[in-house]
Structures are given as C-alpha cells and as structure tokens.
C-alpha cells in the first residue's frame, strides 16, 4: 500500500484547507485511514481517524468541531477538511493505514504511511 498525501500549504489564521491522501495498492476498502500531524520540536499526535467503512470517525480533542475527514472508497482517497485553522496546527501532517475496520489513536498501529504536506497557520 503506497499513500500519497497532498492539499498543504499557506493559510491565514481562521482560513480553511483540505488535505488529501491517494492510495495504491491493495483494496482500500479493507483499511482504516487516520491523519497525524507533526509540529516541528514536538511529537507525532493523532489528529483523526476513520472506519474502512466510513461510518465512524474519531477526533483529537483539539481539532474536534474544526476538522473533518472522511473517505470516498471509489476514489481511493480520503480527506480532512481543515477550517478555522489556528497557528497552532502548522505541522507536517500524514495519512496513515491500518489494516482492519476501526482506526486508532497510536501511531504504532498503523502499518503504511504517506510522505507528509506541510501546513503552514499565519497569524
């Protein structure tokens, strides 16, 4: 399974983005997808995750009510719509794929991992 994230780049304090990760490899359909992020000096944190099915997502209490992500299987992409975006969420963020139907918040768990797009938060 290869992913390819992309949709960063420069935006303005309370401005919007929307992130995108391509898959290829084999069907996307059996794979939890999650979004990590990696601000610079700090950790990789959870920002949110989503079923193989896309009937249940999950969200880090600090993006929760802002960010969205979902999935579209027939694409074999899935998406985190960023609003309200806030200086504290520059990073590299990362789509990840865990194999099997429910995402998590380890980062560990997750088995395939694209390159990463900078987000950039101007205040």
């Known amino acids: 399974v290869q992913l390819q994230a992309f949709g960063g780049g420069l935006v303005q304090a309370g401005g919007s983005l929307r992130l995108s990760c391509a898959r290829s490899?084999?069907?996307?359909?059996?794979?939890?997808m999650g979004w990590f992020r990696q601000a610079p000096g700090k950790e990789r944190e959870f920002v949110a995750a989503?079923?193989?099915?896309?009937?249940?997502?999950y969200y880090a209490d600090s993006v929760k009510g802002r960010f969205t992500i979902s999935r579209d299987n027939a694409k074999e992409t899935v998406y985190l719509q960023m609003n309200s975006l806030k200086p504290e969420d520059t990073a590299v963020y990362y789509c990840?794929?865990?194999?099997?139907?429910?995402?998590?918040?380890?980062?560990?768990?997750?088995?395939?991992w694209g390159q990463g797009t900078l987000v950039t938060v101007s205040s």
């Open positions: 990840a794929a865990l194999t099997g139907a429910w995402g998590t918040i380890r980062s560990r768990d997750y088995d395939y």
């Open positions: 490899g084999p069907t996307f359909s059996r794979y939890a």
């Open positions: 989503i079923t193989w099915s896309g009937g249940r997502s």
